[in-house]
């Protein structure tokens, strides 16, 4: 019924459109995108219904779809169809009407002890005195000096292991990591596997490359092997996406065991990996990397953000060989040229005097805490980690995950939907909670007591007319 409803509409659009037969589909396409007709994640009908409903030609619906794509409206999905992209519409979650509480980003606590703002008054003072400012504020070496990669190998040691410098990047952010990795090992319409729930990030990248992102499906210890080594072979991809520490959304941790089944696979189909790893370090005795198990294959990427602060915009990037690290350097400069010069050099003062783990060692005891009073307050049977700075809530039945979000928005509390992070169409009834965002636990409490308020109030049939 909703695929004649949308189809009997693009007739009458396109009858009226003065035009070529593709654009005045992708603009009925969008017309019904903005006015609410159709949504994010929704499956589109097939281009053969489409055609034929039309009276064109596969063809010029093809061309269409391309077109669509091209301007962020579709994604398609092997073997299972066209959706309608996430984020193309106005969503519901992110209603112009600001919320009360944010809890959508998923960014570390500000230390208060030691407080960052005096630290940070100090050190860019100290840095300001000593260096020229000439040089904090001109263009830097692509891939960071020998300096800052000496650094970026002893902070990422507890997981990596030793490591050599050359083969360490220092790049600015891990958003412009994952899209140089991305670009190096496939191209467009390849086929790169990820979990089946994951990270939003990597679907933008996907998009903007016009790569296809298919999902495997995991349990309480990562991928399924058997679901990816069915994938690799159904769909010969490109490479493998995974965040095996914490991961976002799910809180899953890759256990030991299933990472070394995973470099296996990756070895047998001759893929490479692309580990995104934000959360590690927020263990004190963190699994190793699946880098660390196997250098020959895996491109590892290591935020800053969520460890001491996103405004550094530092990530960095262990590379497997100098062929990739040459590969990948080249990427990143075209990409964005070099890291920021101040935020540099504030980066590598905090490494080499140690400021940096006094402020890592301050996030992992607030996160803690804040994991505490998210257990006690919302109870078992959501995705939680002890050491992280998210917990993914399950709904009960009655809420859908988008409906949930808006209601809770409508109440002054912005969540993030389950399906931001779907690969596919199927989203479960479940909404991220980041816990870093809000400024002191008194806040964090009451948002969280609110949360289970909403979570037990029952849908009404007249819900979407009040938010």
């Not at 990472?259 to 004190?284: C, F, G, M, T």
């Not at 190793?288 to 590892?300: E, F, N, Q, T």
């Not at 100098?322 to 990143?332: Q, Y």
């Amino acid at each position: 019924m909703q695929n004649k409803k949308i189809l009997d509409r693009w007739s009458e659009y396109t009858a009226q459109y003065n035009g070529p037969m593709y654009l005045a589909i992708v603009e009925a396409l969008a017309s019904s995108i903005r006015e609410g007709v159709i949504h994010g994640a929704e499956r589109l009908p097939t281009q053969r219904d489409i055609a034929s409903a039309l009276g064109t030609n596969l063809t010029t619906v093809t061309r269409a779809f391309r077109e669509a794509h091209r301007r962020g409206l579709i994604n398609a999905t092997v073997g299972r169809g066209t959706f309608v992209r996430m984020g193309a519409e106005v969503s519901h979650w992110r209603s112009p009407k600001a919320a009360i509480v944010d809890m959508t980003m998923n960014l570390p606590p500000i230390p208060q002890n030691p407080p960052l703002q005096r630290i940070m008054q100090r050190d860019l003072a100290a840095l300001l005195k000593k260096q020229d400012i000439a040089n904090l504020m001109s263009y830097r070496v692509t891939g960071g000096t020998l300096e800052e990669r000496q650094q970026a190998v002893k902070w990422i040691e507890p997981v990596m292991g030793s490591r050599r410098p050359d083969d360490v990047l220092v790049v600015p952010g891990a958003q412009t990591a994952l899209a140089a990795a991305m670009s190096i090992l496939a191209g467009p319409g390849d086929i790169i596997l990820a979990d089946r729930i994951t990270y939003s990030g990597i679907r933008t990248v996907a998009d903007q490359l016009g790569l296809i992102l298919v999902g495997v499906d995991g349990d309480e210890n990562g991928f399924l092997p058997e679901q990816l080594e069915t994938a690799c072979r159904q769909y010969r991809p490109k490479a493998i996406y995974c965040i095996p520490a914490i991961q976002n959304p799910t809180t899953v941790t890759m256990s030991l065991e299933r990472r070394k089944q995973v470099l296996r696979i990756a070895h047998d189909n001759r893929l490479y990996v692309v580990e995104d790893d934000p959360y590690s370090l927020l263990y004190d005795n963190p699994i190793p990397a699946l880098a660390a198990l196997d250098h020959g294959r895996v491109i590892y990427v290591s935020t800053l953000a969520k460890v001491l602060s996103p405004g550094l915009r530092t990530a960095y990037v262990a590379l497997p060989n100098a062929e990739m690290t040459r590969r990948f350097a080249i990427a990143v400069r075209a990409f964005a040229l070099t890291n920021a010069g101040l935020l540099s050099a504030l980066t590598l003062r905090w490494m080499q005097t140690g400021q940096s783990k006094e402020i890592l060692v301050s996030i992992k005891q607030e996160l803690r805490l804040r994991q505490s009073i998210a257990r006690k307050i919302l109870g078992d049977g959501h995705g939680m980690d002890p050491n992280g700075p998210h917990v993914w809530l399950k709904l009960p039945a009655w809420w859908s995950s988008v409906d949930f979000v808006s209601y809770a928005r409508h109440r002054g509390i912005a969540l993030v939907p389950s399906n931001v992070f779907s690969v596919d169409s199927d989203a479960p009834q479940r909404a991220r909670i980041s816990l870093g965002s809000i400024a002191n636990i008194s806040n964090l409490e009451n948002s969280l007591h609110d949360i289970v308020t909403i979570l037990s109030h029952k849908r009404s049939t007249d819900f979407l007319s009040i938010v």
